[in-house]
């Protein structure tokens, strides 16, 4: 029998208190197949750093942050669970039929302060968006889930400009699609 070091644990998870405890973790992580795709333990310990700053457990992390053009970026749920953690609140919904459609995102500040912000299917024909292909040939979410990605892009926007404190700079990754 090999001695394994013991990570300690919390309420919140894994309990890393040094770099090494991180990256006994991380590499934890990557042989486990738990890791994102093409992840090195080197950037599970990055991405879990910054998750750890943002307020998320390291499993958490993984979930919601990835690096994209070398730069950590928040998406999915990751972004209401924070700004709903840190006392936001956020009204969406769609409006309007076919190509009149329109994404809205209302967020609200702990001090009531509101920011309103929306994407519609003419802002993403000007940006391109609009019945994407990927690179591979492959439908993305612009095809397969349009008013969704329309809901992704008003949401980005409207945390970013009403939550940059509690973002700290972290790109919001359906900005990026």
Same mark, same amino acid.
């Not at 208190?17 to 990557?30: C, G, M, Q, W």
């Not at 609200?108 to 019945?131: C, E, M, Y």
């Given at each position: ?12 998870? *894994? ?7 991180? %990256?006994? &973790?991380?590499?934890?992580?990557? +042989?486990?197949?738990? /890791? @994102? ?7 599970? *310990? ?7 700053? %943002?307020? &998320?457990?390291?499993?958490?992390? +993984?979930?919601?942050? /990835? @690096? ?110």
């Amino acid at each position: 029998m090999t001695n394994v070091p013991v990570l300690g644990f919390s309420k919140r998870g *894994v309990d890393l208190r040094t770099f090494d405890d991180a %990256l006994k &973790f991380a590499r934890a992580v990557v +042989l486990s197949g738990m /890791a @994102p795709k093409g992840m090195t333990a080197e950037g599970v *310990v990055v991405c879990v750093q910054i998750g750890l700053e %943002l307020g &998320f457990t390291p499993m958490q992390s +993984l979930q919601v942050i /990835a @690096p994209i053009n070398g730069r950590p970026t928040l998406w999915g749920d990751g972004i209401p669970a924070l700004l709903w953690d840190n006392g936001f609140e956020i009204e969406e919904s769609i409006s309007g039929e076919g190509d009149g459609r329109i994404a809205q995102c209302i967020v609200t500040r702990p001090n009531g302060k509101k920011i309103i912000r929306t994407f519609s299917v003419a802002d993403a024909k000007v940006a391109r968006l609009w019945q994407k292909k990927g690179r591979d040939g492959q439908d993305t979410p612009w095809i397969t889930y349009p008013d969704r990605m329309l809901q992704m892009r008003a949401r980005a926007w409207a945390a970013r400009d009403c939550a940059a404190d509690v973002l700290r700079g972290v790109r919001v990754r359906e900005e990026e699609i």
